[in-house]
C-alpha cells in the first residue's frame, strides 16, 4: 500500500512540474527539423552544409548575400573601398557592435577573426590564401592587404564559411598551450554578434539559440517575434514529415520525393521548392581511353535522355544545367546550347572516331548513397546500349571514390565519374578554376579528367587577376564557351532545394547560396 | 565457457577466481586483437583520412598539416604504439571529424545508446521470462497460443517496419508518444552524472526530466526489445516445460510444496541457464538492432556516429567505436558465464 501511495505521488508531482509553464513558450519558439548536424561549431574550421543555419544567425560577415539573391551587401561593414591595384581593400564597420559575450566588436576583432581562421589553415582557409594580413587601421576600419587582387574578395567574405566574426575575448579565454585558437572549446561554442546567441548543442538532438536582445541592429520596429530557435536533428525523413503535420516543428529541410508529393495536399503546410546552385555533372576521363578523345565524349552527350532524365529520373526536382557553372550566377553564360538527345548526331561521332558500332566499355562510377546519380548511371546506359557501348556501373563510397580519382595516373581514373559542386560563393571562377584549370589535375584538386586547354588555362589566370568587372565577365563566359565546345563532362542538372514550412512561419526567403539558412531576424511566427 | 559438472567444496572458490583471472586474460588478449586489427583495416582501406579530413579544397599542403597533426606520416607501427600508449592512459585520440576529443563524442553519443539497450534489455527479460512461464504453467491454453502468436510476430517483425507502425499509431494517429529524440527540447536535460537521464534525473530529483525521458524512452525500447522478448519468452516456456517433467519437481510436489514454490524456487532456477545463454546473446544482437532503432526515433546513440565515423574515415573514431562495442559484447558474455553459477551451483569453472 505505501508502495502505491508513493508511486502516486511521484506521479503527482511529475505532472505538476510537467504542467509548470516553460520558460520560453512554444509560441514565440522556433522549431527547426533538419537531418544534417554538423561535425564542429568552430566558423574557423567547419565546411558543412550542416552548419549554415547556426552560421547564419550566430555569427556575421563583414558583407553578406541579400535575402534571395547573390548580390553583395553590408553586414557588419557599412562601406568598403578597393585600391586601383585591387590588393588593398578597406572596410568600415558599423559603430556599436557587440558580441554575445558583452565585448564590442570592432576592427582588432574583426581582424582577430581572419587571422585565427588563416592560422588554423584548415577547412575554409583555402579562400583567404590570398590574403597577405589584415589589421586594424582605427576602432572601426579594418585593411586587407592581399598578395595580388582578387577580384572575388568581396564574394569570398559574404560565403559563410571561415568569414563570420568571432570574439576574441571567448577565444583567448578558452585558449590553451595546446590549444591557442580554442578549437576545442568552439566546436561546441559559438560566440559571435549575430540576432541569436549559442544556448546548447545536445549533440544528436538539437541546438539551442535565443534572441540576442543587445543585438546592435536592435528589435524595435521589426516583426521578428520569434525569442527561440530550436534546431533538432531528425534523420528520418518521414518522421520530419510526422512531426511538420502535427506542428511540432514549423520547418522541416529533409523531405523525402515521396512524401513531398503528400503534402501537398495537407492544409496549412508551405511547400517551397527552388533550383539549388548544386551542379551534378559526368567528369569523361580525358586522359586515357576512348573518352579521350573529344568525338567520343560528345557522342556520349548526344546519347543521353536529358528530358528522361529531369521528367523521370528526377520527377521534375531538378532543372538542366547550362554550361559548366551554376545558372544564376554573375557572369553565367546564358547563351550556350542546352544539349539534347540526337542519336543520329552520337552514331556519326561515334564513327568519326574510328567506332562506328561501339565495341568497347566505359566504366561509371558514383558516389554511395546519391541514388539520383545510381539512376542516370542506368539511364546512360541504356541509352549507350544502342550505340552498342558497354557502360559498367560502379558505386564506391566516398573515401574509395576520391581514392579512384586522385590518383595522378589517368589509367587508374574510371571514364566516366558522377560528381557534385556546390559553389562556396557566388562567382563561376569558383566553378571554373578547381575544376578546369590545368594546375588542378588530380592529386592536387578537382579537375579529375585531366582536361587540359591551353586558352582556358591563360583566359582563367587572366580572370583571377582582372580587376575590371566587365572584362573579367567577358573572360569567364569565354573560358565557358570553350569547355562547352571541348565537352570535358556532360553538365547535368541543379537538384532543386525543398523546405516545407508551417503557414504561420512567415518572412522566409530562399537563399541561393545559403541554402540551408535562415534570415530569422527578418522572419516571425503568426500562430 | 567451460562450465563443467563437479562436487561444491572448499576448493570451488578459488577455481572461480582462478576461472575469472583467465577469463579476463583472454578478454584482454581479445581486445588487443581488436584493437590490432581494426587499426590495420582502417589504415589499409582505400581513401585518404587526412585529405577528408582538412577539407575538399584544401591545399596539398593544409592536408600534409592534418597528417602530421594526427600523427599520420609515421609509419604504421609507430602509430600503432602511440595509439596503444596513449590507449592505455584512456585517450582515445581527436577525432578527425569533429576535431574533438573522441571520448567526448563517446560520453555523448555511446551513453544514450546503452541507455536504450539496457532499457529495452531490462523490459525484454523482465517481460519475457514471466511471459514465458505463464505459458508454459498455462500450455497449450489461449494464453499459450496468444503468448505464442505474439512471440511470431516478435520475432518475424522488421524492426524498423514495426517502429515505423508505432510511431504511426502511437504519435500521429494517437498522439500518445513523441515521435522522436530523448527528451523533450523545451526542457533543460538532468545534469550530467552518469549520462544516463533517466538515472540522472531520478537522482538528481529532476521528475520533469524524468517523466520526459521516459515518455522519449518508451516506443525506442519497446521496437528494440519486442524481438528479443519474443525469443526469451519462448525460450523460458520450453526450458521450463522441461524442468517440470523432471523426477525432483514431482518430489517436490509430493512433498506437499505449494505450486507457486516448485515453480518459483525448484522449476525456474535449474531453468536459468540456457534462459541466461540467450538473454545474452539476445543483448548482443540489441546492440545491432539499436542502430535502426535510434535513426527511426532519431535517437542521438552511436549509430549515426558510427555511421559517420566510418564514412568519413574518421580512424580514431572508428577504433575508439570497435573497442567500446567489444568490450561490452565481452563483458556481456563474461558476466553470463558468471550467472551460470549463481543460478546452478552444480556448474564450476576450470
Sequence with gaps: MARKVLLCGVLFVSLGIWALGQEIPRERTLVIATGLQPSTLDIGVGYEAAAINVNLVVYERLVRYKPGSVEVEPELAKSWSVSPDGKVWTFELYPGIVFHDGTPCDAAAVAFSFQRAMAINLGPAWMLEPIEKVEAVDDLTVRFTLKRPYPEFLQVLANIFGTGIVSPAAVK??????????????????????????????????????????????????????????????TEPSVQRLLLERGDVDIAMDISVDDWELLKDVPGIVLVEKPSMHATYLRFNCAAGPTADVRVRKAIRAALDYKGMIDYVLRGHAVQMQGAAAIGLPCHNDELPLPTRDLDLARKLLAEAGYPNGGFTLEYVYESGHEDRRRVGELLQASLAELGITLKITELPWPDLWERVSAADPARTPAIVANGWWPDYADVINFLYPMYHSSQWPPVAFNIGFYKNEEVDKLLDRAQVETDPAVRCELLKKVQALIYEDCPDIDLYHLTTRIALRDWVKGYVYSPIYTEGFFLYDMWLEK | ?????????????????????????????????????????????????????????????????????????????????????????????KS?????????????????????????????????????????????????????????????????????????????????????????????????????????????????????????????????????????????????????????????????????????????????????????????????????????????????????????LDVNAIMAITLVTGILYTGVNLLVDLLYTVVDPRIRYR
Excluded at chain 1, 218 to 227: A, H, Q, S
Excluded at chain 2, 245 to 265: F, N, P, S
Aim: glycine share 10%; net charge positive; aromatic share 12%.
Design chain 1, 173 to 234: 579565454a578558452h585558449a590553451t598551450e595546446d590549444d591557442p585558437w580554442a578549437q576545442e572549446w568552439l566546436s561546441s561554442h559559438m560566440v559571435g554578434t549575430g540576432p541569436y546567441r549559442f544556448i546548447e548543442w545536445v549533440k544528436g538532438q538539437h541546438i539551442i539559440l535565443r534572441r540576442f536582445e543587445d543585438y546592435w541592429r536592435g528589435w524595435d520596429g521589426v516583426k521578428n517575434n520569434i525569442e527561440q530557435v530550436i534546431i533538432r536533428y531528425i
Design chain 2, 96 to 312: 578527425l571529424w569533429s576535431k574533438r576529443p573522441v571520448i567526448e563524442d563517446l560520453k555523448a553519443y555511446f551513453l544514450p545508446t546503452m541507455e536504450l539497450g539496457l532499457t529495452a534489455g531490462l523490459m525484454f527479460f523482465c517481460l519475457g521470462v514471466p511471459l514465458g512461464i505463464l505459458s508454459a504453467v498455462y500450455r497449450n491454453s489461449p494464453l499459450d497460443h496468444l503468448s505464442r502468436l505474439f512471440a511470431l510476430a516478435g520475432v518475424s517483425l522488421p524492426v524498423f517496419i514495426f517502429g515505423l507502425v508505432l510511431q504511426l499509431v502511437f504519435y500521429k494517429i494517437l498522439g500518445w508518444f513523441p515521435a522522436g529524440g530523448r527528451i523533450d527540447p523545451f526542457i533543460p536535460p538532468p545534469r550530467h552524472l552518469t549520462g544516463f537521464y533517466l538515472l540522472d534525473s531520478l537522482i538528481t530529483g529532476n521528475w520533469r526530466a524524468l517523466a520526459s525521458s521516459l515518455h522519449h524512452i518508451f516506443l525506442p525500447a519497446v521496437t528494440l526489445a519486442y524481438g528479443s522478448l519474443a525469443v526469451v519468452s519462448r525460450m523460458t516456456r520450453a526450458s521450463l516445460l522441461e524442468v517440470l517433467g523432471q523426477d525432483y519437481i514431482r518430489t517436490a510436489r509430493a512433498k506437499g510444496l505449494a505450486e507457486r514454490v516448485v515453480l518459483l524456487k525448484h522449476a525456474l532456477r535449474n531453468a536459468m541457464v540456457p534462459i541466461l545463454t540467450i538473454t545474452g546473446l539476445q543483448i548482443g544482437s540489441l546492440l545491432g538492432g539499436v542502430l535502426l532503432v535510434e535513426i527511426i526515433f532519431s535517437w542521438p546513440g552511436l549509430g549515426t556516429y558510427a555511421y559517420t565515423a566510418v564514412t568519413v
Design chain 2, 1 to 93: 565457457m567451460i562450465p563443467g559438472e563437479g562436487p561444491c567444496g572448499p576448493s570451488s572458490a578459488i577455481d572461480m577466481w582462478a576461472y575469472l583471472l583467465r577469463r579476463l586474460g583472454y578478454t584482454l588478449l581479445t581486445l588487443w586483437g581488436l584493437t590490432l586489427i581494426t587499426f590495420v583495416l582502417t589504415r589499409v582501406v582505400p581513401g585518404d583520412p587526412a585529405r577528408i579530413a582538412a577539407g575538399p579544397q584544401a591545399r596539398q599542403e593544409q592536408v600534409e598539416q592534418v597528417r602530421r597533426m594526427y600523427g599520420l606520416d609515421k609509419p604504421l607501427w609507430v602509430q600503432y604504439g602511440i595509439y596503444m600508449a596513449n590507449l592505455l592512459r584512456g585517450d582515445f585520440g
